[in-house]
């Protein structure tokens, strides 16, 4: 059986982080959401559909794997939206013909594939269509439909995957057993290999599973609750307090106070400061000493700026952090306010409150903003990827000058006037 992890058209619902990846491609827990399905799937061949502007950009990361092009056979369509589990994975398993949708929303398809050929979500949907009514069941199975959800569900997210790695790889931890650190709840907690552990520091897994993935390092005196998950040549700072709920990926450096927070990949939070009920985009760079709201004064839901209609929207949730896209930054001491949006390749700075919406590459301060010119920017992309040893891939410089242009419109409504549109320094 061949399986395809499909991006349908909600992946509006997840800008700004969306606007360079896949809605399957980010972070809850430990995985990613299209790693939690190929968790399930180890056997099988698996292909992506995602939108047109993503395919020439992805096909030039991944040149393994099948973008918009399906196998032939018989072939398992799976809504990247999914939160996958066993108990999911059972019902969707179950599928021998048909579809499962939940009201309007397809869950997976399984189908024949007569021929291998190229294939868009909008054939996807013209399968369905033409679908006999009694092969389209019913189904409970959600799907994630706004980033803070991401936030919300990862404590629980971070348990499951804990529970499906550590049996598959081999715990390091007494490797560690002489340092002066401490270990509550030793069996809740694994360290990779080539884990860097300093003195004084504190693993409390009373509440939740830690994972400390291979070649991270953990500086002297830091305090780590979990449920946590820490990636790959990631960097906890010394004295860094690292609480529930955290979710931090692969070449990042991060210190200072952080809860319930998930930090894509590539970027730093290296200094004092705190980062709560948030989502980083990756090569996001946060100046020390800043601080995010994710509580209201008042205890009321936080109201999120929402790209499919250009306002904000009621989030259903009292705790809302800083949402902030790929290459933007902040300078010291800057203060964001609660259920603040930034949109990506944005350079922001000074200490004035930065409140609801930065629409993406604006540059300035909270009360001053102007247009970030596209050269301008892509310097210093360049700059910050060439210290990670990696580079802006042509299809990716194409498809940020395209963003840029098709953003141009929300920058206007915040710029103060034309000439400013034309400056940044």
């Known amino acids: 059986m061949n399986i395809c992890i499909f991006e349908d058209d909600m992946y509006r619902n997840f800008f700004p982080l969306t606007y360079l990846r896949a809605c399957f491609d980010l972070r809850c827990g430990i995985f990613k959401l299209r790693q939690k399905i190929a968790y399930f799937f180890s056997n099988c061949t698996i292909s992506y559909l995602i939108r047109e502007e993503l395919v020439p950009y992805y096909k030039y990361r991944f040149p393994d794997r099948n973008f918009n092009y399906i196998l032939e056979g018989d072939t398992l369509f799976i809504n990247g939206r999914v939160l996958f589990d066993s108990t999911i994975h059972n019902e969707i398993i179950s599928l021998e013909k048909g579809a499962l949708k939940n009201k309007n929303e397809i869950i997976a398809l399984r189908t024949n594939i007569v021929k291998s050929q190229k294939f868009t979500f909008s054939n996807l949907k013209e399968q369905i269509k033409d679908m006999d009514s009694h092969l389209i069941k019913d189904t409970k199975i959600s799907l994630i439909n706004y980033l803070w959800e991401f936030i919300s569900n990862n404590c629980n997210e971070i348990e499951k ?211 970030y010119k596209f050269d301008k920017f892509l310097e210093t992309a360049k700059i910050v990827k060439s210290r990670r040893n990696l580079q802006i891939l042509p299809p990716e410089k194409i498809l940020l000058e395209n963003i840029w242009k098709e953003t141009k419109y929300l920058r206007k409504k915040i710029l103060t006037t034309e000439s400013q549109i034309h400056s940044v320094r």
Request: a neutral charge; charged letters at 20%.
């Open 161 to 371: 995957d804990f529970h499906r790695l550590v049996g598959k790889r081999r715990n390091h931890i007494l490797r560690h057993a002489d340092i002066k650190s401490y270990f509550i709840n030793e069996k809740a907690i694994f360290i990779g290999k080539d884990v860097i552990i300093n003195v004084g520091t504190i693993f409390d897994a009373k509440q939740g599973p830690i994972f400390i993935d291979d070649n991270a390092e953990i500086m002297a005196n830091s305090t780590i609750i979990g449920p946590v998950y820490i990636g790959k040549h990631s960097k906890i700072k010394v004295g860094a307090k690292i609480y529930e709920g955290t979710s931090i990926g692969n070449l990042c450096k991060v210190g200072g106070e952080v809860e319930e927070t998930i930090i894509q990949a590539y970027s730093n939070k290296q200094h004092d400061g705190f980062l709560g009920h948030s989502y980083l985009g990756e090569w996001v760079n946060i100046g020390a000493d800043t601080n995010n709201s994710d509580l209201k004064n008042t205890y009321k839901n936080v109201k999120v700026y929402f790209y499919p209609q250009n306002r904000k929207i009621d989030s259903g949730s009292k705790f809302v952090g800083l949402i902030m896209g790929d290459h933007s930054k902040c300078g010291i001491n800057s203060m964001f306010n609660t259920g603040c949006v930034v949109g990506i390749g944005c350079n922001l700075y000074s200490a004035e409150l930065i409140t609801d919406f930065i629409p993406s590459f604006s540059w300035g301060t909270a009360n001053n903003l102007v247009e």
